[in-house]
């Protein structure tokens, strides 16, 4: 049990480290965004409940080096045609700690806001919170260049 979780951990670690981007995974699962359909945000009736959909493994697609999971096949085919249409921004990573200089701090897909039509993720609802109450355009502008730093590192 030991040895096999051990050739699961090491593959698991090789896998993000070959990535040419990071991507917010579960540390011990591996699940993108929590595990969460990341197209699902994306409809209109989800998006008026403020509600995310469970993925499962029985639909997934291979992007970025790690298994995108969605609760059907369109929805996966959706993604898998247009990937980048769907992928939040910073990969699935916290925007506020991005934009608090906490660094790449993952997120379960549970706490979400769409700003100027892209989905954010957040690791709490207080950074969700201080995004929509405060200038999250500036919050962005400081997001956004601490990803293109992080990600040039990852190149």
Known sequence: MIRSFTLWLLVTLMGAASAAEPVSTHWLTGAVIGGKDAVSYYESANKKAHKEVEGSTTFTVQHLGHAWRFASQAS??????????????????????????????????????FFADKLHLFYAERGRQRWLNGDWQAYKKIADKAWAGLTKQAN
């Not at 898998?80 to 660094?103: I, K, R, T």
């Open 76 to 113: 996966a085919d959706r993604f898998a045609a247009n990937p980048s249409a769907y992928v939040p921004q910073y990969n699935g990573f916290c925007s506020n700690a991005l934009a608090s200089d906490e660094g790449l701090i993952n997120t379960n897909g549970e706490v979400w806001e």
